[in-house]
């Protein structure tokens, strides 16, 4: 063998231990996927949340669990004259619930309670899960009608507040909770109702 020859056969070997053709790393995200298959490349799986396959095994970062709704059993409750009836003031004058369920994502709960005493303080507490998306919380009369509309506590969306002092007269009155942007949430409530000045005990 010529040296040449024996030099562009180094030189091939060398190239072919250093390339591998087939290289079965396609990036963290490299398709979309959705529909009925939901298909995706050897490795990856299908996240249906976002319709992307994402790298899944030994060394990859792993995906986030899909959602769980809370199964609350206490649907339908969607509107007024549906809303779960709470034992205020008969039964007491708070209540509470936890795991509540915003499912579907326009999915409307209603609960109804009932205030006996003129001058009425209410204390609405509805804390969502951390990495959900914020929840809305309005206070309506016996009408249907809006008097009050929960806001952030310090500042995080997942907790919402009503706070009214003396404001409540003798009436029946419902707290709607909803998603603000169309998505699933698991929550907890609690209603307190006090004629001693707030917070309520």
Do not use: H, W
């Not at 995706?40 to 959602?67: H, K, L, M, Q, W």
């Not at 309005?138 to 507040?161: C, E």
């Amino acid at each position: 063998m010529t040296r040449l020859a024996l030099l562009t056969s180094f030189v091939l070997a060398a190239a072919a231990t250093a390339c591998n053709p087939y290289d079965p790393d396609l990036g963290p995200t490299p398709f979309q996927c959705g529909g009925a298959d939901n298909v995706c490349p050897e490795g990856y799986t299908c996240n249906t949340d976002i319709d992307v396959c994402e790298r899944t095994g030994s060394g990859a970062t792993i995906d986030a669990p899909s959602f769980v709704c809370a199964n609350d059993s206490i649907e339908p409750n969607d509107m007024p004259a549906q809303a779960l009836i709470t034992p205020i003031p008969g039964g007491g004058m708070n209540y509470a619930l936890s795991g509540v369920a915003i499912c579907p994502a326009t999915d409307v709960d209603v609960f109804r309670f009932s205030v006996d005493s003129t001058g009425t303080n209410l204390e609405v507490l509805v804390a969502g899960m951390a990495d959900r998306g914020s929840l809305v919380v309005d206070l309506l009369n016996n009408n249907g009608t809006v008097i009050a509309t929960g806001a952030p506590v310090n500042g995080t969306p997942q907790q919402v507040k009503i706070e009214l002092s003396n404001r409540l007269a003798v009436g029946d009155y419902f707290l709607r909770v909803q998603a603000s942007d169309a998505a699933e949430n698991n929550y907890n409530l609690s209603i307190k109702t006090c004629t001693a000045p707030l917070p309520c005990p």
